[in-house]
């Protein structure tokens, strides 16, 4: 991974003029040879020629500038290998958990963070997953030394919607039976949501309520205080959950929605913003084409769905960018691929006021690069996340450089 101007051991704050740059807005379009100053951990300036006051300057001539990436789904923070069940911290038990909070779970330290975050991935959503409702997920910045200050500002409680398709392969279940599981499981999601309607009713108008915080978290969905993010993914289970939400005056946001593209003009209509990906994946039945994943996300868009992509990994989440390569070159293009990985996911999450593009007065989580981020041959040089410098190095290019050139020993 390449430097600019010397090594940063940890990540530090300053006020930093970046010069000569090729600015990549994502909202403002892109703007050739300006600069960018960084005051207070903001976007202080946009321009040509911006004097410098005390600021650490960094010449960016032959190099772009883009927003920091946001992932939209993923279990960094909350998983350190996947293989490993002592490392994970993503479930609870019991299926119904949605006042469990990924945030508490974030682990500042964990090696994958540094891994994710030198590839121009700046922040990411963190999600818990199992049963009908495992959790409150948590958008985070991937730099701070707690949760609290890792936090990105928006949190939504994840629901699986019951699936009346078989899982997989070795999934050997009737359609029949498959149908009588998805009809108890929603059955018991709608008597949830009773319960917590009731609880809300309670709660506004005063009454005594005794210690609940399962129907605490979910009438905080009612009221709208808090989105609900609804895991589906075949398209049949796309129908029938869209009919459901039709039913709830609630903000609703659908994720995974692997066959989506094969519902793509209801979800449209429905007006449901999607969460999609991973995009480098195989389709979800074997017998769609084997490349189905990739035109996935430009049949969304191109029907009128606002997509954001998503890894849905914890030791992959670098390979973001590379999932927006894919989805450009499948037929979403590179300027609406590179918005559903910065101000798409900023909207949906409702904090486009300070990330997700270069503007005046946003958040300093940025990335400078001498090439296109969706490329492999692309170096990135630096990484900013609310001003703060960030060290371009973690676990994998220390063990690169170590054994780069091997002395033998006696």
């Known amino acids: 991974m390449a430097q600019i101007e010397g090594e940063v051991i940890k990540p530090y704050k300053a006020n930093f003029l970046l010069t000569n740059a090729k600015i990549y807005t994502v909202t403002k379009g892109i703007l050739e040879d300006h600069d960018l100053l960084i005051e207070d951990g903001l976007i202080k300036a946009i321009g040509k020629n911006i004097p410098q006051q005390n600021h650490t300057v960094i010449d960016c001539t032959g190099k772009s500038l883009y927003p920091g990436f946001i992932d ?13 069940k002592e490392t994970q911290d993503y479930m609870e038990l019991g299926k119904v958990t949605p006042q469990m909070q990924a945030l508490t779970a974030v682990n500042p330290n964990g090696v994958a963070i540094p891994v994710t975050r030198v590839s121009g991935v700046t922040a990411v959503l963190t999600q818990p997953r199992g049963g009908h409702f495992p959790g409150t997920a948590a958008l985070i910045n991937l730099n701070g030394y707690t949760p609290a200050q890792m936090f990105g500002g928006f949190k939504g409680v994840i629901m699986n919607y019951p699936s009346a398709v078989r899982s997989g392969s070795n999934d050997t279940r009737s359609l029949e039976d498959l149908q009588k599981t998805a009809t108890k499981n929603l059955d018991e999601i709608n008597e949830l949501w009773e319960k917590a309607a009731t609880y809300l009713a309670i709660k506004t108008k005063g009454g005594e309520l005794e210690y609940y915080p399962e129907m605490e978290q979910l ?64 389709p979800s039945r074997d017998s769609d084409h084997y490349a189905a994943s ?95 410098r960030i060290p371009m190095t973690n676990r994998h290019i220390r063990l690169y450089q170590e054994f780069l050139e091997r002395e033998m020993q006696p």
């Not at 939209?72 to 490993?84: A, F």
């Not at 519902?263 to 480098?280: E, F, M, N, R, S």
């Not at 590179?338 to 486009?352: N, R, S, W």
């Open 219 to 282: 009438s905080k969905v009612l009221n709208k205080e808090l989105p609900l993010l609804i895991e589906v993914n075949a398209a049949k289970d796309i129908v029938s959950a869209l009919e459901w939400i039709k039913e709830k005056d609630v903000n609703v946001v659908l994720t995974g929605v692997a066959e989506g593209w094969k519902v793509a003009d209801k979800i449209a209509a429905a007006g449901v913003p999607v969460i999609t990906g991973p995009v480098l994946t195989l």
């Open 294 to 388: 990739s035109p996935h996300p430009a049949l969304l868009q191109k029907a009128g769905v606002k997509v954001a992509l998503r890894t849905m990994e914890a030791e992959n989440v670098r390979n973001l960018p590379f999932n927006a390569g894919f989805a450009a070159a499948y037929g979403m293009g590179i300027t609406e691929a590179l918005k559903a990985i910065t101000i798409i996911p900023a909207e949906i999450f409702g904090v486009d006021d300070s990330l997700g593009s270069l503007e005046e007065g946003k958040k300093a989580s940025l990335f400078i690069s001498d090439g296109d981020p969706f490329e492999p041959k692309t170096q990135i040089h630096q990484v900013f996340i609310d001003g703060y």
């Open 72 to 84: 939209s789904g993923t279990s960094l923070g909350i998983v350190e290998v996947n293989s490993l």
